[in-house]
T-cell receptor, first 113, second 109 residues
Framework: DAGVTQSPTHLIKTRGQQVTLRCSPKSGHDTVSWYQQALGQGPQFIFQYYEEEERQRGNFPDRFSGHQFPNYSSELNVNALLLGDSALYLC????????????FGPGTRLTVL | RKEVEQDPGPFNVPEGATVAFNCTYSNSASQSFFWYRQDCRKEPKLLMS???SGNEDGRFTAQLNRASQYISLLIRDSKLSDSATYLC??????????FGKGTMLLVSP
């Protein structure tokens, strides 16, 4: 039973570029949440997808967008990258609309130069 | 006031020691509470849920005080493998997790 997987593991971009990160949820899970974790900070909630729609969003600008596919996998897109977007991006999956335990993927470490 | 506040530490303790972490949260409507553990450069992993009546899992005890909006984690008989960052997590609606900055624990031989 595969857990949450994310790709790529590491990524280096320059300011102004765009990036797409990918996440496949744990088998049987249908809800995907994305978090940004800057160095020395706790993860910050970006948004959550359920039934292919963004259900809730944290305090992140519109440069951050996402998508969920019919197979429940998800993408996070960030446009016009800033140096401050350098962070570990974590995907977490869970099941249903009520709280269930969220399982995290290993994350994608994004460096913006 | 931040939504979830923790002492960042680090807490340096010898093996076998008992150590306690505290966490406060600002939203009195928060519904669920957890402690996650995060090893260096790894993803967070659920350590334990926190219930109003308090709960214990082996060497770990978690407690919640809703009146004071305060959560605690007690680790007894610390092991070297307990060295990690411990994240206090509060849940509001729609299963979105609000994390504290984490408390770093370093257990030395």
């Amino acid at each position: 039973d595969a857990g949450v997987t994310q790709s790529p593991t590491h990524l280096i971009k320059t300011r102004g570029q765009q990036v797409t990160l990918r996440c496949s949820p744990k088998s049987g899970h249908d809800t995907v949440s994305w978090y940004q974790q800057a160095l020395g900070q706790g993860p910050q909630f970006i948004f959550q997808y359920y039934e292919e729609e963004e259900r809730q969003r944290g305090n992140f600008p519109d440069r951050f967008s996402g998508h969920q596919f019919p197979n429940y996998s998800s993408e996070l897109n960030v446009n016009a990258l800033l140096l401050g977007d350098s962070a570990l991006y974590l995907c977490a999956s869970s099941r249903g609309t009520r709280h269930n335990e969220q399982f995290f993927g290993p994350g994608t470490r994004l460096t913006v130069l | 006031r931040k939504e979830v506040e923790q002492d960042p530490g680090p807490f340096n303790v010898p093996e076998g020691a008992t150590v306690a972490f505290n966490c406060t949260y600002s939203n009195s409507a928060s519904q669920s509470f957890f402690w996650y553990r995060q090893d260096c450069r790894k993803e967070p992993k659920l350590l334990m849920s926190v219930y109003s009546s308090g709960n214990e899992d082996g060497r770990f005890t978690a407690q919640l005080n809703r009146a004071s909006q305060y959560i605690s984690l007690l680790i007894r008989d610390s092991k070297l493998s307990d060295s990690a960052t411990y994240l206090c997590v509060v849940i509001g609606g729609y299963s979105t997790l609000t994390f504290g900055k984490g408390t770093m624990l370093l257990v030395s031989p």
